[in-house]
């Protein structure tokens, strides 16, 4: 495979003379109210070169933080970096996104002491709050191994070419994608654990009680102890697997069927008639303090639920019938 097309996507503007390199993977840091993403960017003109770093502010209120300066320790060597807003309040999905840039500058030079730096150190400063944020040196070193990637692919494809032969930066994202196919491994792996207990255990001791009913075996009072005994114990083996698959069906009702977040509102609910039946019912009479048995006509109802995901969007409906007593 291309490195290009696994690490960097590459767009030409004819008319106005630009090349844009992206890098295609992004480093997240969340932290409280917020949640901070960065992203690798070159554009080239005919009369200049610049690397921009993105970066997408993930906030539940417009305006409530933004950033002046990102500034960079690399080994003792101080780089000021001013944020510049590209686009501001950008609402989506319930929550406020805004959008800015830092330019690198001199470009490839800071750049290239970011890759090789032995010690890197980053803080947000916002002077409008007066509060500033040092970045987690995990997140430290996930931004220097993706800016290594991106200089193998932007500038010199013989650089770091560790960064880019061995496993794919690991990221907030892969790593909860991960936990998510572990949960519905195990899942399907408890649902064929039950099934086989079931089956054990049903015919063992179906055939017993066949056997005991038709006198071809019979049992002391002290072995039927024993054998109920037995059942009861030998049921958990069936009812533990069936307890983690209900904790799991629970875990996963919380969540969105398409990215598995938990940012999930629902939109609309609405109700159908699904069946009316008649049921008995036992009253008390005032008067005489008697119970009566009376028949009383209740209507079940189908109940259809539409959920959305704030994330994604995904849209889904969830049904089940809301019996009448």
Same mark, same amino acid.
């Given at each position: 495979?291309?490195i290009?097309s696994?690490?960097?996507s590459?767009?030409?503007?004819e008319f106005? +003379?630009?090349t844009?390199i992206e890098?295609? @993977?992004?480093c997240r840091?969340r932290? !409280?109210?917020y949640?901070?993403?960065f992203s *690798?960017?070159?554009?080239?003109r #005919?009369?200049s070169?610049?690397?921009i770093l993105?970066?997408?502010?993930?906030?539940t209120?417009s /305006?409530?933080w933004?950033?002046?300066q990102?500034?960079l320790l690399?080994?003792r060597?101080r780089?000021?970096?001013?944020?510049?807003t590209?686009?501001?309040s950008?609402? @989506?999905g /319930?929550?406020?996104y805004?959008i /800015?840039?830092?330019?690198?500058e #001199?470009?490839?030079?800071v750049l290239?002491?970011l890759c090789?730096a032995?010690?890197?150190?980053l803080k947000?400063q916002s002077d409008?709050?007066?509060e500033?944020t040092?970045? #987690?040196?995990?997140?430290c070193?996930?931004?220097q191994?993706?800016?290594?990637q991106?200089?193998?692919?932007?500038?010199? !494809?013989d650089?770091?070419?560790?960064a880019?032969s061995g496993?794919?930066?690991?990221t907030?994202?892969t790593?909860?994608?991960?936990q998510?196919a572990?949960?519905e491994s195990r899942?399907?792996?408890l649902?064929r654990?039950?099934l086989?207990?079931?089956?054990?255990? !049903?015919?063992?001791f179906?055939?017993l009680c066949?056997? /005991?009913a038709f006198e071809?075996?019979?049992f002391s009072?002290k072995?039927?102890?024993?054998l109920?005994i037995a +059942?009861?114990?030998?049921?958990?083996?069936?009812?533990i #697997?069936?307890?983690?698959?209900l904790w799991?069906e629970?875990?996963?009702?919380?969540e969105?069927?398409s990215c598995?977040h938990?940012?999930i509102k629902?939109?609309r609910?609405?109700e159908?008639?699904?069946?009316?039946r008649?049921?008995?019912?036992?009253?008390?009479? @005032?008067?005489t !303090?008697?119970?009566k048995?009376?028949?009383?006509?209740?209507?079940?109802h189908?109940v259809?639920?539409?959920?959305?995901?704030?994330?994604?969007?995904?849209l *889904?409906t969830?049904?089940?019938?809301?019996r009448?007593f």
């Amino acid at each position: 495979m291309d490195i290009k097309s696994d690490f960097v996507s590459v767009e030409r503007d004819e008319f106005d +003379g630009l090349t844009t390199i992206e890098h295609l @993977r992004h480093c997240r840091h969340r932290s !409280g109210m917020y949640e901070i993403t960065f992203s *690798w960017r070159r554009n080239i003109r #005919p009369a200049s070169d610049r690397i921009i770093l993105d970066v997408e502010i993930k906030t539940t209120r417009s /305006g409530s933080w933004l950033p002046s300066q990102l500034t960079l320790l690399v080994d003792r060597q101080r780089f000021d970096l001013k944020y510049q807003t590209n686009r501001s309040s950008e609402y @989506r999905g /319930g929550s406020f996104y805004e959008i /800015g840039m830092f330019f690198i500058e #001199p470009s490839q030079k800071v750049l290239r002491c970011l890759c090789d730096a032995k010690v890197l150190k980053l803080k947000l400063q916002s002077d409008e709050k007066n509060e500033h944020t040092v970045l #987690p040196d995990e997140f430290c070193a996930q931004l220097q191994l993706q800016a290594q990637q991106f200089y193998n692919n932007a500038f010199d !494809g013989d650089e770091y070419l560790s960064a880019v032969s061995g496993v794919a930066v690991r990221t907030e994202d892969t790593t909860f994608a991960e936990q998510i196919a572990r949960r519905e491994s195990r899942y399907r792996q408890l649902c064929r654990y039950r099934l086989l207990w079931a089956v054990l255990w !049903g015919s063992f001791f179906g055939e017993l009680c066949v056997l /005991g009913a038709f006198e071809i075996i019979t049992f002391s009072a002290k072995s039927a102890d024993q054998l109920i005994i037995a +059942g009861v114990l030998s049921a958990s083996s069936w009812l533990i #697997p069936h307890i983690q698959i209900l904790w799991i069906e629970h875990q996963k009702n919380k969540e969105c069927p398409s990215c598995h977040h938990r940012a999930i509102k629902m939109v609309r609910s609405h109700e159908a008639v699904y069946q009316v039946r008649s049921v008995e019912h036992l009253v008390i009479e @005032r008067l005489t !303090g008697q119970r009566k048995s009376r028949q009383v006509t209740v209507t079940d109802h189908e109940v259809s639920q539409d959920f959305e995901c704030k994330d994604c969007r995904h849209l *889904w409906t969830r049904s089940h019938i809301a019996r009448g007593f």
